[in-house]
């Protein structure tokens, strides 16, 4: 007897493909992961073209979902999908404007707004209402859930239900689902009205209150990464599993070189950052530190620098770290945190690679969406819609 096809997954705007790798751990094949970032894309090519991934470098602002199709069909392509994930560009929502609000249905003739990233999450909308897949998945920022009075998260999923798909949204926090990081963000699942199925989100609890997932904390998370010192460039060093490593840190070296680790490399910092490095505490912040130390003011950048925790999730990983770390710095070694441990905290193995310079590779990480988050909603789709549904997906319309 065949075994059945994996469900066929095309990610728009993956970035280094958070999406693309945890719906692969779900049992799903990503077949084309589309990015606007050369870098993204040769992440992308270097994570994934063993199993059968095309990563192209497109412009999703200026590539028409027909277009599209007929790019892949001329490259001989899947261009039919069973689902369809992905999380279009996020600042523009916190400008989001009343006659925003007025243009969110991708059907109608509105003029859309200025703002180029709003337009990104109408391609979105319009490249499922193309392809027809079985499963469209969106992931966004808390803040659409208000909005000078106004709920966005509900008026996307009216969108959704516009084009035909029943839609469930819900806030998650990727720290209820195994990753080490409290990550709160907003998921939007439509199934193809004609399946039938309203999806579920996994549930975190169980019926008595108990947590399903463990909480995986900082310690869980980086403590078996060898001790570098501030300004590391030694890009792969020698790896030595400590006794009493957790099952989370083994999970991340699975697929790796037993010997060796790479990208464990981070910044450097002048000498009174180290000093306040070292004077502050777990959970320690900016305003906590002597005031000869101080070069912000304390109302303004009281917390922007921030120690983390051993026994305790991390906080929000996010692109800022492209630009410095303080809000990440190692819980006992002076200095912020290395590439390696935030794509730990983000759940990616360590064996992904990033590509670029190493601002590059912080910003990947903290764009995406944690792999082992994504893995748990895939599991969950597969379960309650493909798993029942193993037809043909139906066909694309024009």
């Known amino acids: 007897?065949?075994?059945?096809?994996?469900?066929?997954?095309?990610?728009?705007?993956?970035?280094?493909?958070?999406?693309?790798?945890?719906?692969?751990?779900?049992?799903?094949?990503?077949?084309?992961?589309?990015?606007?970032?050369?870098?993204?894309?040769?992440?992308?090519?270097?994570?994934?073209?063993?199993?059968?991934?095309?990563?192209?470098?497109r412009d999703l602002a200026r590539l028409t979902p027909k277009r599209l199709e007929d790019e892949l069909r001329q490259l001989h392509l899947a261009h039919e999908f069973d689902a369809i994930v992905g999380g279009p560009p996020c600042q523009g929502w916190s400008r989001v404007g009343r006659g925003k609000l007025r243009s969110l249905k991708p059907k109608t003739n509105r003029k859309t707004d200025s703002d180029p990233r709003n337009q990104l999450y109408e391609n979105f909308l319009r490249t499922i209402d193309h392809f027809r897949p079985k499963v469209a998945v969106m992931e966004n920022v808390?803040?659409?859930?208000?909005?000078?009075?106004?709920?966005?998260?509900?008026?996307?999923?009216?969108?959704?239900?516009e084009l035909g798909y029943v839609t469930t949204w819900a806030l998650l926090d990727a720290t209820d689902y195994g990753v080490p990081q409290a990550?709160?963000?907003?998921?939007?699942?439509?199934?193809?009205?004609?399946?039938?199925?309203?999806?579920?989100?996994?549930?975190?609890?169980?019926?008595?209150?108990?947590?399903?997932?463990?909480?995986?904390?900082?310690?869980d998370a980086i403590s078996d990464l060898p001790i570098v010192r501030s300004g590391a460039r030694k890009w792969i060093r020698p790896y030595v599993e400590k006794t009493g490593t957790s099952e989370y840190a083994k999970k991340m070296r699975k697929l790796a070189d037993r010997q060796t680790v790479f990208d464990h490399v981070c910044r450097a910092h002048n000498d009174d950052d180290l000093e306040a490095f070292r004077l502050m505490k777990e959970r320690g912040v900016y305003s906590d530190l002597p005031q000869r130390l101080k070069r912000y003011r304390n109302d303004i950048f009281g917390?922007?620098?921030?120690?983390?925790?051993?026994?305790?999730?991390s906080w929000c990983v996010t692109a800022h770290l492209s630009h410095d770390c303080y809000t990440h710095i190692h819980p006992s070694?002076?200095?912020?945190?290395?590439?390696?441990?935030?794509?730990?905290?983000?759940?990616?193995?360590?064996?992904?690679?990033?590509?670029?310079?190493?601002?590059?590779?912080?910003?990947?990480?903290?764009?995406?969406?944690?792999?082992?988050?994504?893995?748990?909603i895939g599991t969950a789709i597969v379960e309650q819609v493909?798993?029942?549904h193993q037809s043909v997906p139906q066909a694309s319309v024009a």
């Open 183 to 219: 990550r709160k963000r907003l998921f939007f699942v439509g199934v193809r009205k004609d399946l039938q199925i309203e999806f579920e989100f996994p549930a975190h609890l169980t019926p008595d209150g108990n947590r399903v997932y463990p909480l995986t904390t900082v310690r």
């Open 333 to 376: 070694q002076t200095r912020t945190i290395s590439v390696r441990e935030a794509a730990r905290l983000q759940s990616f193995p360590d064996s992904f690679y990033f590509g670029g310079s190493m601002g590059s590779k912080f910003r990947m990480i903290g764009n995406a969406v944690p792999p082992i988050l994504a893995e748990e």
């Open 386 to 388: 493909f798993s029942r």
């Open 142 to 161: 808390p803040g659409m859930l208000s909005h000078n009075g106004k709920n966005i998260a509900e008026l996307v999923a009216l969108s959704m239900r």
């Open 303 to 313: 917390d922007k620098y921030k120690k983390l925790c051993w026994e305790e999730p």
């Open 1 to 57: 007897m065949l075994k059945p096809q994996k469900p066929v997954t095309l990610d728009l705007f993956a970035g280094a493909g958070g999406f693309s790798l945890g719906f692969h751990w779900a049992g799903c094949h990503t077949s084309v992961a589309i990015d606007h970032e050369p870098i993204a894309v040769e992440t992308l090519q270097a994570n994934f073209s063993h199993l059968g991934t095309v990563a192209l470098l």
